[in-house]
């Protein structure tokens, strides 16, 4: 059962907007079996640039019945129905202040069909609600006002439903009020991440990299993330589509990664501190640092080189790392190489690695 309408409103700050008129048509799939309608008096002014959009102005509400008043029946003929809207988050947020202020929880699942249109329709030129009726041919009357613009919703639904032949993208756009969606996604990506060492990246819905973290196990790191309700947190979590991620094997080279790639993309919710570059030289200039790879059989190695990080690799055979040209063939070169030398020295200071093997100067090095 879906309850479809539309609000008008006063207009104004966010969440500040009070209603001024609703239209609420409750339609089984085939027709409407149920509707209401009513103008609202939002015991507040209304923005000048409202008025002239809808033609609904202050003197039309002064009778009109105040929220509290239809909350009951809004909430009556929305029961067990999902919320249908043209902008749904929209209507949806308006009705949740409104309830709010009465100190009632009010909780439906929704479907936008600017969504599903843009999903069954994505040739229409544009998909707001006046444009993509005319484009389908669905005739409006009284734009701008609840009931009008709610009518034309529930012929542009009826015609959404008809073209999803396969009845599985009306579904799949369902918003549920108890995040189900959010928490499906989570767990499929958290079933992705191994239980390993290494570095993880937050991707929001365009690809792009916003948070970088690191851990001893990627899974346990990324759970906690989902867990946190600090503000940064929230703000990552609402943004999240996909978690990609790189092993490391070691904790050496998760440092050293997290903060060369934190260099590199500067992601947007990462607070990146400038760590205080050092200007002592190694105990030796030339030397490879092999510690734990991501396998059993493999090494990862740094490679230093009078004095500079040159780069990292992976090695699982021991020629590779006694055989220079080789192994300088497999090195990934790092940027900041400062900021390795700081990062490296810090960590051999106060942790131990597999070897360190000391290289003659004669090994053209």
Do not use: W
């Not at 079996?33 to 039309?60: A, C, H, R, W, Y």
């Not at 589509?241 to 050293?256: A, I």
């Amino acid at each position: 059962m879906y309850a479809i309408l539309d609000i008008e409103t006063t207009g104004g700050k966010f969440n500040e907007e009070g209603i001024t008129e609703i239209a609420i048509h409750k339609f089984d799939g085939h027709q409407i079996i149920d509707q209401f309608i009513s103008l609202v008096n939002p015991e507040k002014e209304i923005q000048e640039f409202v008025v002239k959009l809808t033609g609904i102005n202050n003197k039309m509400l002064r009778n009109a019945p105040k929220f509290h008043e239809v909350a009951k029946r809004i909430v009556e003929i929305t029961k067990d129905c999902t919320i249908i809207a043209h902008n749904a988050a929209f209507d949806y947020r308006i009705l949740g202040t409104e309830y709010r202020r009465l100190g009632y929880d009010y909780k439906r699942n929704t479907i936008c069909t600017v969504v599903v249109s843009k999903k069954l329709i994505p040739e229409a030129p544009s998909h707001s609600l006046g444009k993509l009726c005319r484009f389908v041919g669905i005739p409006m009357s009284d734009r701008h006002r609840a009931n009008g613009d709610a009518l034309a919703t529930v012929q542009l639904f009826k015609l959404l439903l008809e073209k999803d032949v396969d009845k599985e993208i009306v579904q799949q756009s369902i918003k549920y009020h108890d995040n189900r969606q959010e928490k499906q996604r989570y767990v499929k990506i958290l079933e992705k991440l191994p239980e390993t060492q290494g570095v993880f990246y937050v991707h929001n819905q365009e690809g792009n990299i916003i948070f970088i973290g690191r851990g001893k196990n990627l899974k346990q790191e990324v759970n906690k993330l989902f867990l946190k309700d600090t503000s940064k947190a929230q703000k990552i979590i609402k943004r999240i589509n996909d978690v990609s991620y790189e092993e490391t094997g070691n904790l050496l080279f998760t440092r050293l990664k997290y903060h060369e790639e934190l260099e590199k993309l500067n992601p947007k919710f990462n607070i990146i501190r400038k760590k205080k570059i050092t200007d002592k030289n190694f105990n030796h200039d030339n030397l490879l640092i092999i510690d734990k790879g991501r396998i059993p059989e493999e090494h990862a190695v740094i490679l230093v080189e009078n004095n500079e990080v040159i780069g990292y690799t992976y090695t699982n055979l021991a020629f590779q790392e006694n055989q220079m040209a080789i192994l300088k063939s497999m090195i990934t070169p790092i940027e900041n190489k400062e900021l390795a030398k700081t990062i490296i020295k810090n960590y051999l200071l106060k942790n131990k690695v597999s070897k360190i093997v000391r290289l003659q100067v004669e090994n053209n090095l």
